[in-house]
């Protein structure tokens, strides 16, 4: 099956401090990857959606210049958490969505997450 | 606005079946899906639908009802590695997942 990586799993960092999510798409191609935040006992929430050679489109409420997205390849985008504060610590979960699927069955694979806590 | 509604938690005996609701209400419809989540860690697909009906398989089901905007998984002979949150996700008209709060479901021996 298809299978999508993150990493680092957890990362703890300062305050001030940047930090950046790897998500790969290990055996298919997304032209479409999703990064979500969940913090503890909520649901999911999308945060933006990262289509490959173009910009993110990030969910309202989002800060673009916090939350750096490029996605350069068909197998790789990235998160940058920029100037982390306390307040940023969560869960941070992306998902890929099968170039070769159709929209409708589960063409979104979810990555393992990773784990950012800022002091 | 669009709102998937869930309960938050629910109880149950190993063994024993549960069934786990969910309604809904989205700008258009494309699909409803069931996730697995167990604690710190990333959900895992379980179920889809997108006609009326009951989808088995193995031990979970789940069924959906468009026109009440109402779904809902069965987990039969529940096991205590069930024990996780539930998520139910709908597509909507611009193919954008949805997402309900989940159900923390608790199975006690």
């Known amino acids: 099956g298809a299978v999508v990586s993150q990493h680092p799993s957890w990362v703890i960092c300062k305050s001030g401090t940047s930090v950046k999510i790897e998500c790969r798409s290990l055996d298919f191609q997304a032209t479409t990857m999703f990064w979500y935040r969940q913090f503890p006992k909520q649901s999911l929430m999308l945060m933006a959606t990262s289509n490959e050679g173009s910009k993110a489109t990030y969910e309202q409420g989002v800060e673009k210049d916090k939350f750096l997205i490029n996605h350069a390849s068909l197998t790789l985008s990235t998160l940058t958490v920029t100037s982390a504060h306390p307040e940023d610590s969560s869960f941070y979960i992306c998902?890929?969505?099968?170039f070769g699927a159709g929209d409708g069955y589960n063409e979104q694979f979810f990555g393992p997450g990773t784990r950012l806590t800022v002091l | 606005g669009q709102n998937i509604d869930q309960p938050t938690e629910m109880t149950a005996t190993e063994g024993a079946i549960v069934q786990i609701n969910c309604t809904y209400q989205?700008?258009?419809?494309?699909?409803l899906f069931w996730y697995q989540q167990h604690a710190g860690e990333a959900p895992t697909f379980l179920s889809y639908?997108?006609l009326d009906g009951l989808e088995e398989k193995g031990r979970f089901s789940s069924f959906l009802s468009r026109s009440k905007g109402y779904s809902y998984l069965l987990l039969k002979e529940l096991q205590m590695k069930d024990s996780a949150s539930y998520l139910c996700a709908v597509k909507d008209s611009n193919y954008q997942l949805i997402w309900g709060a989940g159900t923390k479901l608790i199975i006690k021996p």
């Open positions: 998902s890929a969505r099968d």
């Open positions: 639908n997108v």
């Open positions: 989205t700008s258009g419809f494309n699909g």
